[in-house]
């Protein structure tokens, strides 16, 4: 494989079952060609064993899985479907490339990629580049916070406005209003963990204080993930009648794919040395 990638550090990782072998080499050919180096691996599954076990032991190293799917080889699909929720959590960006007819259109909540065409090779690799600019833990909070205010105005959310940092900590970055939820007032949070950091409880519960205080919608935009135990919190506040939301990490990188515009914009002009919030 040559050594040129233009993605320093970047691991490629292309898993195929063995009906899709021609099309795993078409694809490991044109992504050479944009000098994007690629580990394949044709991860038959054996009888009994699940594609979600395979890919923990398989995937060590990777950033960048790409599953290529045929409608021989979508008998898999619940197994890809877990194993993507996995290596989302993992922080692994995942990009399932559909050979025609596609047998799905979504894998786990994201868009499928259908290869066809004579630029289905440049559109894969500006996807997978596109992913590795989508360092959201490094992201200084100011820019956070910017992309998050953006990002939200494409599904729906309107008249944001940021609170000055001068006015106090009140407990929410950001106010917005949405059609969906009665024009009523919402409180964003906008909120940057380490990588793979886990959200806190804390900042739901102060969130969810001043949702409720206020009478208002509350959500938390955050480079965090969701645990069980934060979900089980989250739950009991809107059983308490909180209306909060949480927007993680790995839903967050979904609407960037949707957005790469967006992310574009904010992610490759990020200024290193601002610690985030």
């Known amino acids: 494989m040559p050594d040129n990638s233009p993605l320093p550090g970047r691991h490629i990782y292309l898993s195929f079952t063995q009906e899709d072998d021609g099309t ?5 050919r044109a992504l050479e060609q944009r000098g994007i180096a690629v580990r394949l691996d044709r ?43 996995a290596l989302d ?6 990009v399932a490339v559909a050979v025609p007819p596609p047998a799905i259109r979504d894998l786990a909540g994201r868009p499928v990629l259908e290869y066809a065409g004579p630029s289905a090779g440049e559109r894969l690799a500006d996807r997978i580049e596109l992913g590795a600019v ?6 200084p909070w100011m820019q956070f916070e910017a992309l998050a205010a953006e990002l939200l105005t494409r599904y729906g959310y309107r008249s944001i406005q940021v609170e000055e940092p001068a006015a106090g900590d009140k407990g929410y970055d950001l106010r917005a ?3 969906s939820q009665d024009e009523e007032e919402i409180l964003v949070q906008v909120k940057s963990y380490r990588r793979n950091g886990r959200v806190s409880v804390n900042d739901i519960r102060d969130l969810a204080g001043v949702v409720l205080d206020r009478g208002a919608h509350g959500l938390l935009v955050t480079t965090g993930q969701l645990t069980s135990v934060a979900r089980q919190v989250l739950d009991r506040f809107n059983q308490a009648g909180a209306q909060l939301q949480v927007l993680d990490g790995p839903a967050l990188r979904q609407m960037l794919v949707a957005n790469p515009d967006v992310a574009r914009r904010h992610l490759t002009s990020a200024e290193p040395g601002t610690a985030p919030r």
Not at 24 to 28: G, L, P, Q
Not at 60 to 69: G, R, S, W, Y
Not at 89 to 94: A, K, L
């Open 43 to 85: 991860a038959d599954i054996a009888w009994g064993e699940s594609w979600a076990d395979h890919l923990r032991s398989a995937v060590e190293q990777a950033d960048t899985f790409v599953l290529v799917v045929s409608q021989d080889s979508s008998r898999h699909v619940h197994d890809w479907a877990q194993a993507a929720e």
């Open 177 to 179: 209003v949405h059609g």
């Open 89 to 94: 959590r993992r922080g692994i960006d995942v």
């Open 134 to 139: 989508m360092d959201l833990d490094s992201l």
């Open 24 to 28: 795993a080499a078409e694809i490991a």
